[in-house]
């Protein structure tokens, strides 16, 4: 945890912003895997840690504006619970830790919820993406599960979120911790893989370095040769000499902040030309698409650059064609980079994704689009100094999306088919750093993960 | 999967068991870690992986034995899925996988199920441990969500439970496939650990292992100096010489078949003459317990045998005092072995754990204990040639007990607690391994690993 203060502070800027009623905070439960007893590891809410930082299952808080009272919810252990699972903190010390005073029993929360509806006082809750955080809101509140989130405050989504949003220096610390990680993962990773290997052999040797270096994985690991793949989760092929590898993965530190790195890389250890010709288009518009952010612009004007940036160097190479910026425009360059540049990061990998993107990344001034590719950009708005995000532009040669276009004779004005067809079996490169918004401009957080061709393909030769 | 007749023919078996109405089985789906679209590794529901063997989110299934008739309900992938995950299967081509002809949208399961209400069939289902699946009970079936449980079919349970207790040579190739993946889990961590290590650093490295070779743990980890803590799930202890660690651990294979192996051993690679007497008392008991069990006989007096052959080895060494049978009868014994002998082991690391033990682990003529120790045998009924299951007795010092019993001056006569507070610091010891029950006795399955203290120390000595 962090110091109390932090605790105390974070839900007192909350207090000011929302003046009246009470405010629910389910923590999260045990995750069963197969049977009720087996569960997953455990992860508590973000939003929960966030203001109280107890990382156990079974807490609920709240926050009662009206009398100014913060009360966490839980049961202490019995002699049972303490045979199985050794000594453990009472809930009074737990409260304490966060600096809350007053601690109830679970089931004192249906009283005081029940109580809070007599009042007539308004209970606002964030979105729940646990089933059940969602019957538990069905038992408190009377709202139906299917209906759980259409009762979400908006008013306490978008003062947290504009809260979370900016990142303290502790926080950015921790997240350079996650990226020390990553860092040990990413370069791990290029001196383990070796031709005749399975993808599986190094996804689980670096799963496990974020299990002994922090609290484990912050998403399921992104590693194959099928690096035209974005969201890859199978790890049975084969690695042989001549492929490209795409490493997307990712830690969460003990307080649960995230990393969130993507390098690729030849098995071999070196790059075939047509390889670096791509490697480094995406290296290019990784390092002018970091070096356009600083506050005050949009997020959404830093992807199309990006876009611009992979249109011009795929034009370069004649697989595209036409004037670039109409290109973009169009979306045409989507059949290569059919996702957004980056997102937050924070608590959560994709950083408060469970508040509904739009609900932060997008408002009135900035919509999100509906063109194949940058609607899926999570983060479109200004940015601001100490906001934490993702730069991860790619291009990828996705053979069914390629057919699906030529078929439909799609963007034939700007894509060159014919060329494109040369590059089928290609894969693809994406490359992924973390970077904080300065005062004037970004600054890539943790210690440099090896991205220039020469220095991956130096580390990617020194086999261990 | 197994071949396609495999899975044909457990349905077969099935449909005899129950002859008419409708089965439902509900797949399991992604499990939200900390936003709906960052999951835990996605784990296949057991029956459905019995019956059906697709390991693929949001699935269903049913068997219509009225009409004798099977289907697969789930929705194929959209192009813009496999722009994300890459080419995926048809649900037609998953469906004849395991030899089902029809199949439907997921959406058409609820038709179904409203159409087999109008023509007043029976819908059997198990008892669900996801709150998703309960979910999807309450809307298919219209049960309120807390009674989700209460309505599941007995007769289906039974039936079952009966066919999935004796396991098929394909299932016991499986199974030692999985303690391959623990040979490897449990020699690595004897050979890895080291003094100034910390817990954390030698459970990741295994769980790594387990993913790379099979298809991750099958239970989080228990790796502990403080050995006398039966399920510890945190890892944040510094390992020193003189130290007793329990490696508790097992891995799933692809097809999702579990081990379950616990070795103590040295940090330093050298057991202490105190620690030395402990283990060879609870190595005895485990050999002592294997030789005990063949068809017919009851696992309830496998886990006394257990009882009485610690009793006798803690007698010789001054702490339990009296007549053996008299004290394991009163439960005396259960302060140094608190759990039960062993539990059933397939799909599932405790087998069928969520059908309800109570439904395929006692019956009228076995009834469940409410002593304390006891009373956590997950076992009892009498064997049968081919079941699995594994044999893990204990002895543990745990100090918040013995202060409890002390001071309630439970079982004077028979302990002695002068002898025991030397103790006090001991930690515990565990071995398990994982048995099937042979046509006149029992085999240990899989690969040896290591147990006898000489070949623990040799391990544990050759560091790597
Ligand atoms: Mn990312
Ligand atoms: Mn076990």
């Excluded at 389910?26 to 895997?33: D, Q, V």
């Excluded at 795409?246 to 030849?266: C, K, Q, W």
Aim: net charge neutral; aromatic share 10%.
């Amino acid at each position: 945890m962090f110091k109390t203060k932090t605790y105390v502070q974070r839900r007192e800027e909350l207090k000011k912003k929302i003046k009246s009623g009470v405010i629910l905070f389910l923590g999260n439960s045990e995750a069963p895997m197969n049977y009720a007893a087996n569960t997953y590891h455990f992860r508590q809410d973000s939003t929960f840690l966030y203001y109280f930082g107890i990382d156990r299952p079974d807490l609920a808080a709240i926050i009662d504006l009206d009398e100014n009272k913060e009360i966490i919810f839980g049961d202490d252990f019995t002699i049972d619970d303490i045979v199985w699972m050794g000594p453990q903190k009472s809930i009074k010390q737990e409260a304490s830790s966060c600096g809350v005073k007053h601690t109830a029993t679970f089931s004192d929360l249906e009283k005081f919820c029940e109580d809070a509806f007599k009042r007539g006082r308004r209970i606002h809750f964030v979105p729940q993406y646990r089933y059940d955080n969602i019957l538990k809101i069905h038992k408190l509140l009377g709202i139906a599960p299917k209906h759980s989130n259409d009762y979400a405050s908006t008013d306490l989504i978008k003062a947290i979120a504009e809260q979370r949003l900016v990142k303290s220096q502790e926080e950015i610390n921790e997240i350079e911790k996650a990226i020390e990680i990553a860092y040990e993962m990413q370069t791990t990773a290029m001196r383990f893989a070796k031709a005749g290997m399975y993808e599986k052999d190094v996804m689980g040797f670096i799963s496990g370095l974020a299990m002994s270096l922090g609290s484990g994985l912050s998403f399921p690991v992104i590693f194959s040769r099928r690096s035209e793949i974005l969201h890859n989760h199978s790890y049975g092929n084969k690695l042989k000499n001549g492929d490209l590898v795409v490493n997307d993965s990712g830690a969460e530190t003990t307080l649960h902040y995230a990393s969130d790195i993507t390098r690729t890389f030849p098995v071999s250890g070196k790059f075939t030309s047509m390889q670096k010709d791509i490697y480094e288009i995406v290296l290019i518009t990784q390092l002018v698409a970091i070096s356009e952010i600083k506050p005050n612009i949009t997020y959404h004007s830093v992807h199309l650059k990006a876009a611009e940036t992979i249109t011009e160097g795929l034009k370069a190479l004649g697989l595209i064609k036409g004037n670039t910026k109409d290109a973009v425009k169009a979306g045409a360059h989507a059949l290569f980079f059919p996702h957004g540049l980056g997102h937050l990061l924070g608590l959560d990998v994709h950083d408060m994704e469970n508040y509904g993107e739009n609900n932060f990344g997008y408002d009135e001034k900035h919509k999100r689009s509906t063109q194949f590719g940058l609607k899926y950009l999570r983060y479109a708005k200004p940015l601001k100094e100490n906001v934490v995000l993702t730069v991860e532009p790619g291009i990828y040669f996705i053979p069914a999306l390629i057919e699906q276009w030529q078929k439909e004779k799609k963007h034939v004005d700007f894509i060159n088919y014919e060329k494109v067809n040369e590059y089928k079996n290609f894969g693809g490169v994406r490359i992924e750093d973390d970077v904080v918004v300065t005062k004037n401009g970004a600054r890539v957080l943790g210690k440099p993960i090896p991205k220039a061709v020469e220095d991956v393909e130096e580390i990617a030769s020194d086999k261990i």
